[in-house]
T-cell receptor, first 111, second 118 residues
Framework: TQLLEQSPQFLSIQEGENLTVYCNSS?????LQWYRQEPGEGPVLLVT?????EVKKLKRLTFQFGDARKDSSLHITAAQPGDTGLYLC???????????FGKGTKLTVNP | EAGVTQFPSHSVIEKGQTVTLRCDPI?????LYWYRRVMGKEIKFLLH????????ESGMPNNRFLAERTGGTYSTLKVQPAELEDSGVYFC????????????????FGQGTRLTVV
């Protein structure tokens, strides 16, 4: 069974601070996605990374895929209250189209 | 473009009853997936359709769950009879089908159906 471990599980910070959340596994994945989910809504795709060592930026969000394609990180610069939400990593592997999800990091950004 | 739509958004049923969840994928998306999150656990895969065919149903918990996608458009997930442990949020997602040299597109999720079995 492929498992994705996300850390930290909960994170509460002040507006303007920087943060990094992690997604780790012992398995190699063909691609990894980061989603953000708000209460009562489904996960919304933020980014997909497919190449080991790949870095993608989305405004204040920076996503990195590990060289060995086993782990990923999400860094947020100057967090804002609008960044509050559940951040999920999900990955595909073994030729399958199904996504394996982590439990998520619940981020709260206080004004 | 309309997103993935799920009905109902909430359902409360008694143990032993039957419930049918519906998912309308994004138009043109051949791939349709069902996922479920049970409280305190991660979102877990249930099943994958490519058009009307079941590509992978390895995540279906047991034979009380039946998924269909007649005509390759919308899909239904029926739970009969429902048990307490079936409570959770059921998500549907859809994506464009990949080709020989092209990966499948990213998965877009619906808002989910919150099922409570009492």
């Amino acid at each position: 069974t492929q498992l994705l471990e996300q850390s930290p599980q909960f994170l509460s910070i002040q507006e303007g601070e920087n943060l990094t959340v992690y997604c780790n596994s012992s398995s190699v994945f063909s691609s990894l996605q980061w989603y953000r989910q708000e209460p009562g809504e489904g996960p919304v795709l933020l980014v997909t990374v497919v190449t080991g060592g790949e870095v993608k930026k989305l405004k204040r969000l920076t996503f990195q895929f590990g060289d060995a394609r086993k782990d990923s990180s999400l860094h947020i610069t100057a967090a804002q209250p609008g960044d509050t939400g559940l951040y999920l990593c999900a990955a595909k592997g073994g030729g399958s189209e199904k996504l394996v999800f982590g439990k998520g990091t619940k981020l709260t950004v206080n004004p | 473009e309309a997103g993935v739509t799920q009905f109902p958004s909430h359902s409360v049923i008694e143990k032993g009853q039957t419930v049918t969840l519906r998912c309308d994928p994004i138009s043109g998306h051949d791939n349709l997936y069902w996922y479920r999150r049970v409280m305190g656990k991660e979102i877990k895969f249930l099943l994958h359709f490519v058009k009307e065919s079941k590509q992978d149903e390895s995540g279906m918990p047991n034979n009380r769950f039946l998924a269909e996608r007649t005509g390759g458009t919308y899909s239904t997930l029926k739970v009969q009879p429902a048990e307490l442990e079936d409570s959770g949020v059921y998500f549907c997602a859809s994506s464009r089908r990949g080709g020989t040299l092209k990966r499948a597109g990213p998965a877009f999720f619906g808002q989910g159906t919150r099922l409570t079995v009492v």
